[in-house]
């Protein structure tokens, strides 16, 4: 997996999305965030034929009209604009894991999918031992399981006051993780795996709650309904969801699980960062200087973020919130070289 992604995006966007350089382009730039936005009080589950992922946050998304009600025919675009618009996520957060997914699969993240179609295990960002879905291996990774979230759940109950914290919600993961590995020995729960899961807690919490201090029902609401929690007093905060609450809501939720050493190792508790960085690709050539290897690494952060960027700028949003995680980036220090 390399992220010299971009120059095919463009060419394949262009082909397929002509109207991205015109009209639609200019009729999203002018999308703005509407705190009163009445779908998020019309709450719909999905239908016998719409299509629903592994992701509960796309789901809540779909189920409430941000995203296609049927959940088919979306693309990185439709994902950043309705992330945006309904629950108030950082366009370049959303490009994050839309930049993710592209360098798994650039067909369908460019040209248009069904929300089912996310659960193909070759996906960087679909991963063993959800906290409601089962392993690909042995059962149904897409749909939400109750007995599998109840691990986690009664982990949840444990928060202080009803109240759940990020250290919470790692703790309910690390018992969850346990819990699949006993049901499928051969669950894959490495590095990358544990970085889209800190980023996926990240997301969630932000959205809840930008303090990362959420009441439990509307974590109820949000994985059991799959449904925004405005009946119960949930308001959304515009841009609460960023790359920097992302990173380290993400990265204190992993202090929270006690066998983390076992499953991933410890260098993602060294910076928010590493989260980002696991994704790149390893550096196995080991014929290659030291000096070489660290510009090759630089590189792919580099051709990384321009992804991240670029699809901010093609949803029609300005890409200054991309500087704080080119900041980010620029004093990260692989673990290769500490």
């Given at each position: 997996?390399?992220?010299?992604?971009?120059?095919?995006?463009?060419?394949?966007?262009?082909?397929?999305?002509?109207?991205?350089?015109?009209?639609?382009?200019?009729?999203?730039?002018?999308?703005?965030?509407?705190?009163?936005?009445?779908?998020?009080?019309e709450?719909?589950?999905?239908?016998?034929?719409?299509?629903?992922?592994?992701?509960?946050?796309?789901?809540?998304?779909?189920?409430?009209?941000?995203?296609?009600?049927?959940?088919r025919?979306?693309?990185?675009?439709?994902?950043?604009?309705?992330?945006?618009?309904?629950?108030?996520?950082?366009?370049?957060?959303?490009?994050?894991?839309?930049?993710?997914g592209?360098?798994?699969?650039?067909?369908?993240?460019?040209?248009?999918?069904?929300?089912?179609?996310l659960?193909?295990?070759?996906?960087?960002?679909?991963?063993?031992?959800?906290?409601?879905?089962?392993?690909?291996?042995?059962?149904?990774?897409?749909?939400?399981?109750?007995?599998?979230?109840?691990?986690a759940?009664?982990?949840?109950?444990?928060?202080?006051?009803?109240?759940?914290?990020?250290?919470?919600?790692?703790?309910?993961?690390?018992?969850?993780?346990?819990?699949?590995?006993?049901?499928?020995?051969?669950?894959?729960?490495?590095?990358?795996?544990?970085?889209?899961?800190?980023?996926?807690?990240?997301?969630?919490?932000?959205?809840?709650?930008?303090?990362?201090?959420?009441?439990l029902?509307?974590?109820?609401?949000?994985?059991?309904?799959?449904?925004?929690?405005?009946?119960?007093?949930w308001?959304?905060?515009?841009?609460?969801?960023?790359?920097?609450?992302?990173?380290?809501?993400?990265?204190?939720s992993?202090?929270?699980?006690?066998?983390?050493?076992?499953?991933?190792?410890?260098?993602?508790?060294?910076?928010?960062?590493?989260?980002?960085?696991?994704?790149?690709?390893?550096?196995?050539?080991?014929?290659?200087?030291?000096?070489?290897?660290?510009?090759?690494?630089?590189?792919?952060?580099?051709?990384?973020?321009?992804?991240?960027?670029?699809?901010?700028?093609?949803?029609?949003?300005?890409?200054?919130?991309?500087?704080?995680?080119?900041?980010?980036?620029?004093?990260?220090?692989?673990p290769?070289?500490?």
């Open positions: 997996m390399k992220y010299q992604a971009l120059p095919v995006l463009l060419s394949v966007l262009s082909l397929v999305t002509p109207g991205l350089a015109s009209a639609e382009v200019r009729k999203r730039a002018s999308i703005v965030f509407d705190a009163n936005d009445p779908r998020r009080h709450y719909q589950p999905p239908g016998p034929n719409d299509s629903r992922s592994p992701c509960p946050g796309l789901n809540v998304l779909a189920n409430h009209g941000f995203l296609p009600r049927n959940g025919k979306v693309n990185i675009i439709d994902l950043i604009i309705g992330a945006f618009t309904g629950l108030g996520v950082d366009p370049g957060t959303s490009a994050i894991v839309g930049a993710i592209y360098a798994s699969s650039h067909n369908i993240f460019s040209l248009g999918f069904d929300l089912e179609d659960r193909n295990h070759l996906f960087l960002i679909e991963h063993d031992c959800s906290f409601s879905r089962n392993d690909a291996r042995i059962g149904n990774n897409n749909d939400f399981d109750p007995k599998l979230w109840e691990v759940l009664n982990e949840l109950k444990k928060a202080k006051g009803g109240k759940v914290r990020p250290t919470d919600i790692g703790r309910a993961k690390g018992e969850r993780v346990q819990d699949a590995k006993r049901l499928n020995p051969r669950s894959a729960y490495g590095p990358r795996a544990v970085a889209f899961g800190g980023i996926e807690v990240g997301l969630v919490m932000s959205a809840l709650g930008p303090t990362g201090v959420i009441p029902n509307w974590i109820r609401s949000f994985f059991e309904e799959e449904r925004m929690p405005t009946h119960l007093g308001k959304p905060t515009p841009l609460g969801v960023n790359p920097a609450t992302v990173l380290i809501i993400g990265t204190l992993l202090t929270g699980d006690k066998h983390l050493l076992a499953h991933a190792g410890r260098f993602l508790l060294d910076a928010p960062a590493d989260i980002i960085g696991s994704f790149l690709p390893k550096l196995t050539d080991a014929s290659k200087k030291k000096n070489e290897r660290r510009d090759l690494r630089k590189r792919e952060v580099s051709d990384f973020l321009s992804t991240v960027r670029y699809l901010v700028e093609e949803a029609g949003f300005n890409s200054t919130s991309v500087d704080s995680l080119d900041e980010l980036m620029a004093n990260w220090t692989p290769e070289f500490r």
